[in-house]
T-cell receptor, first 114, second 113 residues
């Protein structure tokens, strides 16, 4: 069964450092998402991406965040200057097309900011 | 925007009993309602979903009901087993071009022997 793959599985960084989280969505999917889950809390939407541009972003997705699809396979989330409160599990997800609502999630990247 | 409320936050049932988790949503444009199961440290996994053109859907021991008028939907698990223990999240979205899922706050289900 096709999977969304994410790297790294866990990253520890110092406050103020930049981090890049990488995702490889399922190959025939067209819609890509990043979600965040702070430990013990609900899954929160960050950003959606379609046709090489951001479709929607949440209040969490401020100027410190950016997304990119640098090639035909990778979808990255960059946090320019990490804060302690950015510590969370970050999930990438993808969806096939507008008629199919089912989101497939990756295994997540745990970010720890010290 | 959409707001999804979920309760209870924790639920403990004995093995073999039924479990019911309820969610309400605010946006009448929402028309897709999935339920995800998340085991500790793992990704959310879709277990069942329902679209607004139906009122109920079943898959073996799991069923979901939807009341569009009242804007609420529920997950029913019958004959619970220890492996059903997990956190369950409801979610809602519409079928817009890049529709996002808005998640509820989660229910921690504990199935005891």
């Amino acid at each position: 069964e096709p999977e969304v793959t994410q790297t790294p599985s866990h990253q520890v960084t110092q406050m103020g450092q930049e981090v890049i989280l990488r995702c490889v969505p399922i190959s025939n999917h067209l819609y890509f998402y990043w979600y965040r889950q702070i430990l013990g809390q609900k899954v929160e939407f960050l950003v959606s991406f379609y046709n090489n541009e951001i479709s929607e972003k949440s209040e969490i997705f401020d100027d410190q965040f950016s997304v990119e699809r640098p090639d035909g396979s990778n979808f990255t989330l960059k946090i320019r200057s990490t804060k302690l409160e950015d510590s969370a599990m970050y999930f990438c997800a993808s969806r096939r097309d507008s008629g199919a609502n089912v989101l497939t999630f990756g295994a997540g990247s745990r970010l720890t900011v010290l | 925007g959409e707001n999804v409320e979920q309760h209870p936050s924790t639920l403990s049932v004995q093995e073999g009993d039924s479990a019911v988790i309820k969610c309400t949503y605010s946006d009448s444009a929402s028309n897709y309602f999935p339920w995800y199961k998340q085991e500790l440290g793992k990704r959310p996994q879709l277990i069942i979903d329902i679209r607004s053109n139906v009122g109920e859907k079943k898959d073996q021991r799991i069923a979901v009901t939807l009341n569009k008028t009242a804007k609420h939907f529920s997950l029913h698990i019958t004959e619970t087993q220890p492996e059903d223990s997990a956190v369950y999240f409801c979610a809602a979205s519409n079928t817009g071009t890049a529709s996002k899922l808005t998640f509820g706050t989660g229910t921690r289900l504990q199935v005891t022997l």
